[in-house]
């Protein structure tokens, strides 16, 4: 074996590249650092609409239970998505089905609990659902950031899912606390304005983990 020298250009610009890295957290650490938001989505929801609408609902304590489960549903799908985004740690394509279709029946199951309204006139119902979408998008925006910026001190090796994963699960938090001042359990409504909020979100997560990747990668 021939020992060839080390220029000492390249030297220099290795002992230069070189410094401290602060390991990964793991992914459940991660996650629980976003239980402040969690509580804030599901407390501040509510009372913003509260203040703004001059109007809340009477809270049961079930309830506030059921939205608890699903802010801890959003916070196991962020594990789920933060373990996504190291290499190595992905999961398969049959767990990943599994991990989505569980979130979906928990989050159908709890708003399924949510009395449903009688005789709704179409107009009060187009409204309530653009109402509802707009709530969740002015919390919940800003959480997805949070969590797209703990997946990006990673390297997720297919963004798209981790985003959309992270988006499903801020989506989730999101919806523990929008469902206490919902009045309308109607399927429609549950679908359209719940289900459509947390689809937008997962879009936006897929979308944004794509472009800060293609970013990362320039640089």
């Known amino acids: 074996m021939v020992d060839h020298p080390v220029p000492a250009a390249l030297l220099s610009a290795v002992k230069r590249d070189l410094a401290p890295v602060r390991p990964l957290a793991s992914p459940t650490r991660r996650a629980l650092a976003l239980l402040p938001v969690g509580v804030i989505l599901l407390i501040g929801i509510p009372m913003f609409w509260a203040w703004h609408r001059h109007v809340a609902r009477p809270i049961e304590w079930p309830a506030w239970g059921l939205s608890a489960l699903e802010t801890?549903?959003?916070?196991?799908?962020?594990?789920?998505?933060?373990?996504?985004?190291?290499?190595?740690?992905?999961?398969?394509r049959a767990t990943w089905a599994a991990v989505l279709g569980l979130v979906w029946t928990?989050?159908?199951?709890?708003?399924?609990?949510?009395?449903?309204?009688a005789d709704v006139p179409i107009q009060t119902t187009a409204r309530w659902i653009r109402q509802c979408i707009t709530e969740v998008a002015m919390f919940s925006v800003p959480a997805l950031a949070v969590a797209g910026w703990?997946?990006?001190r990673a390297l997720p090796m297919r963004p798209a899912l981790t985003g959309a994963a992270c988006g499903l699960?801020?989506?989730?938090?999101?919806?523990?606390?929008?469902?206490?001042?919902?009045?309308?359990?109607?399927l429609l409504h549950v679908v359209a304005a719940h289900g459509g909020a947390i689809a937008i979100l997962m879009a936006l997560g897929a979308l944004g983990a794509r472009v800060v990747e293609r970013a990362k990668a320039r640089r």
């Open 72 to 92: 801890a549903a959003g916070l196991a799908t962020l594990t789920v998505s933060f373990r996504e985004a190291i290499p190595g740690r992905e999961l398969t």
């Open 106 to 117: 928990c989050f159908f199951a709890i708003n399924a609990t949510t009395p449903m309204l």
């Open 150 to 152: 703990l997946v990006s």
């Open 169 to 186: 699960g801020v989506g989730m938090m999101a919806d523990a606390g929008l469902r206490l001042f919902c009045w309308d359990g109607d």
